[in-house]
């Protein structure tokens, strides 16, 4: 039987499925592909991911995939003030991706457009009157630059002020083109709906992650690694939030930890760490290991996973995932925003000292917590989160 042709447009290439926004697009994509032959239009800004292509085959009817080099990139996000846009619009403006968009979309007669990340709107502008268009913007990216703008001070804050309002401009009108706006959860999609006229309400759903939960499991096939970890920290450690999370806890909670545990280790597992968290390397206890290839072992062997974010917004895998593979978590609110789990093992506080204790709780007690795992496999696995998605489009 004949699929009919879907565009599927994502900002970063939706494999390998490593980091938060490539898991969801990613299983968005495995979902849609059982239902349309998917032709996908996406960007690489990661040289490493170029070995993955191959796998986006089995998924896909046609792969139009463009480097993308970030430092250029900065360069023409900073035509936007001399534009009145956005510095991300200019950031990820490309003639090429614009020239494929329009020749798909005309060559095999495509209807309907599915968009991961809002700003890849910006390549079915001229055909919004002719498409079915479901944009799945995540979280509500605006708002990062108005918390942003709130750590800032002088020229700083001004800037990050001005894309929270000139980015919140151009999202809105990216709803008013669409038929569909999705988001992560259902607070995330609140948030949205309040710089939206009434009328573009109903457009506006939440839409939650999910967990591979046969491959995040304390007891699926994984490579062995001898240390034993007393406290992890998991996520790409070149995105700014999480760069920030881990200096707040190294800085302010990390401290007290080892007064009291002078042996305790902190490691902080992602790729790419910037030179501030490379720092942290080697200094009382704190490991920073870069890329890896398979985060599971550390967060297994750890005893207690922590996520200490400041600044975010929508659901925050790295969470997810800690409590598939049945470990406890404490967190700020920030970081449980969306997570509505009943669980005494997840522990939240935004107090430094408080957030000390719930960690050496942990560093004196088990360290599997099989609750934690039962509620993300009764409430949090990507076939049951991802169901409503094909309903979305004209099948």
Same mark, same amino acid.
């Given at each position: 039987?004949?699929?009919?042709?879907?565009?599927?447009?994502?900002?970063?290439?939706?494999?390998?499925?490593?980091?938060?926004?490539?898991?969801?697009?990613?299983?968005?994509?495995?979902? &849609?592909?059982?239902?349309?032959?998917?032709?996908?239009?996406?960007?690489?800004?990661?040289?490493?991911?170029?070995?993955? =292509?191959?796998?986006?085959?089995?998924?896909?009817?046609?792969?139009?995939?463009?480097?993308?080099?970030?430092?250029?990139?900065?360069?023409?996000?900073?035509?936007?003030?001399?534009?009145?846009?956005?510095?991300?619009?200019?950031?990820?403006?490309? @003639?090429?991706?614009?020239?494929?968009?329009?020749?798909?979309?005309? *060559?095999?007669?495509?209807?309907?457009?599915? !968009?991961?990340?809002?700003?890849?709107?910006?390549?079915?502008?001229?055909?919004?009157?002719?498409?079915?268009?479901?944009?799945?913007?995540?979280?509500?990216?605006?708002?990062?630059?108005?918390?942003?703008?709130?750590?800032?001070? /002088?020229? /700083?804050?001004?800037?990050? $002020?001005?894309?929270?309002?000139?980015? *919140?401009?151009?999202?809105?009108?990216?709803?008013?083109?669409?038929?569909?706006?999705?988001?992560?959860?259902?607070?995330?999609?609140? &948030?949205?709906?309040?710089?939206?006229?009434?009328?573009?309400?109903?457009?506006?759903?939440?839409? &939650? $992650?999910?967990?591979?939960?046969?491959?995040?499991?304390?007891?699926?096939?994984?490579?062995?690694?001898? =240390?034993?970890?007393?406290?992890?920290?998991?996520?790409?450690?070149?995105?700014? @939030?999480?760069?920030?999370?881990?200096?707040?806890?190294?800085?302010?909670?990390?401290?007290?930890?080892? #007064?009291?545990?002078?042996?305790?280790?902190?490691?902080?597992? /992602?790729?790419?760490? #910037? @030179?501030?968290?490379?720092?942290?390397?080697? !200094?009382?206890?704190?490991?920073? =290991?870069?890329?890896?290839?398979?985060?599971?072992?550390?967060?297994? $062997?750890?005893?207690?996973?922590?996520?200490?974010?400041?600044?975010?917004?929508?659901?925050? $895998?790295?969470?997810?995932?800690?409590?598939?593979?049945?470990?406890?978590?404490?967190?700020?609110?920030?970081?449980?925003?969306?997570?509505?789990?009943?669980? =005494?093992?997840?522990?939240?506080?935004?107090?430094?000292?408080?957030?000390?204790?719930?960690?050496?709780?942990?560093?004196?007690?088990?360290?599997?917590?099989?609750?934690?795992?039962?509620?993300?496999?009764?409430?949090? *696995?990507?076939?049951?989160?991802?169901?409503?998605?094909?309903? &979305?489009?004209?099948?």
């Amino acid at each position: 039987m004949t699929k009919p042709p879907l565009l599927f447009l994502c900002h970063r290439i939706p494999f390998p499925p490593n980091k938060g926004d490539k898991i969801r697009s990613f299983n968005m994509l495995k979902v &849609l592909s059982q239902r349309f032959d998917i032709y996908l239009g996406s960007f690489v800004d990661d040289p490493y991911d170029w070995q993955y =292509t191959s796998k986006l085959d089995k998924y896909c009817k046609q792969v139009f995939l463009l480097g993308q080099n970030k430092t250029w990139s900065k360069v023409k996000g900073l035509t936007a003030f001399l534009t009145g846009k956005s510095i991300s619009e200019p950031y990820y403006a490309n @003639a090429k991706m614009q020239q494929w968009v329009d020749k798909t979309l005309h *060559q095999q007669t495509i209807t309907q457009v599915f !968009i991961y990340s809002s700003v890849m709107a910006m390549f079915t502008s001229a055909h919004h009157k002719t498409i079915h268009q479901v944009v799945d913007y995540v979280d509500v990216d605006s708002d990062k630059w108005r918390q942003y703008a709130e750590n800032k001070s /002088g020229i /700083g804050r001004w800037v990050y $002020n001005r894309e929270h309002h000139k980015l *919140q401009a151009f999202e809105t009108q990216v709803c008013e083109r669409s038929q569909h706006a999705l988001f992560v959860s259902d607070p995330e999609a609140e &948030l949205f709906k309040q710089q939206l006229p009434a009328n573009q309400y109903r457009k506006v759903q939440g839409l &939650l $992650n999910g967990v591979d939960v046969d491959y995040f499991s304390p007891t699926s096939e994984m490579e062995t690694i001898s =240390t034993q970890i007393d406290v992890v920290f998991t996520g790409a450690m070149d995105y700014w @939030a999480n760069v920030d999370a881990v200096m707040w806890f190294a800085n302010h909670v990390w401290p007290s930890i080892r #007064t009291q545990y002078p042996e305790a280790n902190f490691y902080v597992v /992602g790729g790419n760490p #910037t @030179a501030q968290v490379l720092a942290l390397n080697n !200094i009382d206890g704190i490991v920073v =290991t870069g890329r890896v290839k398979d985060v599971r072992p550390y967060i297994h $062997n750890a005893k207690v996973s922590v996520a200490p974010l400041q600044i975010a917004r929508g659901i925050q $895998n790295k969470v997810l995932e800690a409590l598939a593979m049945a470990k406890p978590v404490v967190a700020t609110n920030m970081a449980i925003e969306g997570i509505d789990a009943q669980n =005494t093992h997840i522990k939240v506080t935004d107090d430094a000292e408080q957030f000390c204790s719930a960690v050496c709780y942990y560093l004196e007690s088990t360290t599997e917590v099989p609750e934690s795992r039962q509620w993300i496999m009764d409430n949090l *696995q990507w076939t049951a989160t991802m169901s409503k998605l094909p309903a &979305l489009f004209k099948v």
